[in-house]
């Protein structure tokens, strides 16, 4: 029992050793639900609001006080202002066209994001999920008018995701990424999108403005990922150690 207990007190002497070379200073990203975006739900809810009768111009007001802060800083207040112009004239027609630059405009703004963090998998997957997400609070108005230019968008989506590559667990069944393939599936949505809503409004990064976006950037911190494989050895071993020490009782009885 002595040479067991001396064993397993050299084991975690290792791991603790091991774990100084898991990388602690890195940027975390923190995006909420990964299948969900506030500006494209805030979308789907004013339309519900705009297509009741009388229209319920109040839940649109509340709903674009939910997510002003972050399309001010995303988009700009005069993005804003159209938008509440829209509320205040009573011109659903308007609140409806402005809310759908806007998501054209998230959408594209999830892609250039992804460009940037492209060779990190799991972080490019949740963007392109919002991104997504995105189409979908559109994808009706485009499956009424043209179902197949709806399964073209959505077959580039696939492709855009295939194009990510796979880390694979430790190296296995890992499967290289493809920036040729993406940015040609990127650019076939976006021109899709954009031809279909006649808007050519693109995204130019963070504006002046001052609010919250749902993705922030946090230096100095670990992310669980980082110590994901560190946590498959330790269970391992404690796992073969009280599977060792029962088969070491079981001999000395």
């Known amino acids: 029992m002595m040479k067991t207990s ?10 603790m050793l091991v774990a100084t070379f898991i990388p602690t200073n890195v940027n975390a990203y923190s995006y909420g639900s990964p299948n969900e975006d506030a500006i494209a739900s805030a ?25 002003k802060p972050e399309m001010v800083k995303e988009f700009g ?26 998501i ?3 959408i594209e703004r999830r892609f250039i994001n992804m ?8 972080q490019a997957k ?6 997504f997400a995105n189409y979908e609070a559109l994808s009706p108005e485009v499956i009424k008018a043209d179902p197949e230019l709806d399964q073209k968008i959505r077959n580039a989506f696939d492709e ?16 290289s990424s493809d920036r040729a393939k993406f940015d040609s599936n990127r650019d076939l949505i976006l021109n ?30 670990t992310t669980w990922a980082n110590w994901v494989p560190l946590l498959i050895i330790l269970f391992v071993i404690v796992g073969a150690l009280l599977l060792f020490t029962r088969k070491g009782k079981k001999r000395t009885k």
Not at 92 to 101: G, P, R, S, T, W
Not at 115 to 122: L, S, T
């Open 192 to 221: 899709e999108i954009k031809d279909f809503f006649q808007t050519e409004a693109g995204y130019q990064g963070h504006t002046k403005g001052t609010g919250q976006t749902d993705i922030e950037v946090k230096g100095g911190t």
């Open 43 to 67: 979308y789907t809810d004013m339309l519900a609001a705009l297509s009741k009768e009388p229209k319920d111009f109040a839940a649109v007001q509340n709903k674009l006080n939910e997510i």
């Open 126 to 131: 949740v963007l392109l999920a919002k991104a």
């Open 6 to 15: 001396n064993m397993v007190a050299s084991l975690l002497m290792m791991l």
């Open 160 to 175: 855009a995701l295939a194009s990510l590559g796979n880390p694979g667990l430790f190296g296995v069944g890992k499967v």
């Open 104 to 106: 054209v405009r998230n």
């Open 77 to 102: 207040q005069e993005q804003v202002d159209r938008i509440q112009k829209g509320i205040d004239d009573k011109d659903a027609n308007l609140v409806i066209y402005e809310m759908k630059v806007v």
């Open 115 to 122: 460009g940037e963090i492209f060779d990190d998998y799991a």
